[in-house]
């Protein structure tokens, strides 16, 4: 994918096949496109939560946030979700498009097509970019268009890096539309491994890697129970009382303000040790 060496003259970018490969597999299907990723709208509502319940300004009375409260909340989020995933590249990508004169459908080409690319610089900027177009990011692609600034921000080659199996793509089901695994742990952890276990494993000399330290919040999983998948103390205890709850078919936001449900020692404690082994 190339780029402007010039972003202020925000010059068409186009699509690489690869990265639709990724996102999408071989074939886009319409009723998927139109929806969007239930990963990227739980870890927006989890980041949006931990604005809102562990703000300051909000704490007494955080159900009832102004609107212009809330969209202020809403800016910081989509601010901290790109800032996590520019942790290597130190670039931030902003997705968008002028829909306002035509306010139509598009198909999956005409989208790709009119999708452009500005490369902020700096992070007044990156504010900015996001603010004025805010009311974008609310409509119809929304969604989507920030899912493509998540992923050129993180780059293609690192995407590719992270992700150690192939069968865990594309990043968005082609059946059912929801988001990967490896799509939910990016967005969580900034790291878009497939696997929730702490730290790295050796499998007969093929490694494998796992979450890297304690998030902002986490996730938990109800296949674990059937052993079909580990999820790892960083993941279990995340630094605020705040999960991603998945199932077989959907994912959901669970939380607390009860901060004592988390711990922010990550020693070995008698619950961790416990948790371990049950």
């Known amino acids: 994918i190339g780029t402007s060496e010039n972003a202020s003259s925000n010059e068409m970018i186009k699509f690489s096949n690869e990265l639709i490969k990724i996102v999408w597999g071989y074939e886009i299907e319409e009723s998927i496109f139109e929806r969007g990723p239930c990963s990227l709208l739980t870890t927006v509502q989890a980041h949006l939560l931990n604005e809102l319940i562990f703000c300051r300004r909000c704490q007494t009375n955080w159900r009832q946030s102004s609107n212009d409260e809330i969209n202020l909340h809403f800016l910081n989020v989509l601010v901290s979700i790109l800032h996590l995933l520019s942790s290597s590249n130190k670039k931030i990508y902003l997705a ?8 139509k459908s598009l198909t999956i080409k005409q989208f790709h097509e009119k999708i452009q690319f500005y490369l902020c610089q700096s992070n007044i900027d990156l504010k ?77 000399g093929l490694k ?66 416990a948790l371990k082994k049950f």
């Open 128 to 204: 900015q970019q996001i603010f004025s177009r805010l009311q974008m990011w609310k409509n119809t692609y929304g969604v989507l268009l920030f899912l493509y600034s998540c992923l050129m921000t993180k780059t293609i080659d690192l995407l590719k890096k992270e992700i150690d199996d192939e069968t865990t793509l594309p990043l968005i089901d082609i059946a059912y539309g929801h988001g990967s695994q490896c799509l939910t742990n990016l967005l969580i952890t900034g790291f878009a491994t497939p696997h929730c276990f702490d730290g790295e494993k050796d499998i007969s």
């Open 96 to 103: 968008y498009f002028n829909n306002e004169k035509e306010k």
């Open 208 to 273: 494998l890697y796992g979450i890297r330290q304690q998030a902002s919040f986490g996730f938990l999983s109800s296949l674990e129970i059937y052993r079909l998948m580990e999820v790892g103390w960083f993941l279990k205890n995340p630094k605020s009382p705040i999960w991603i709850l998945g199932s077989e078919t959907h994912l959901t936001v669970i939380f607390s303000r009860e901060q004592a449900l988390v711990e922010q020692d990550q020693n070995e404690t008698p619950l961790k040790k």
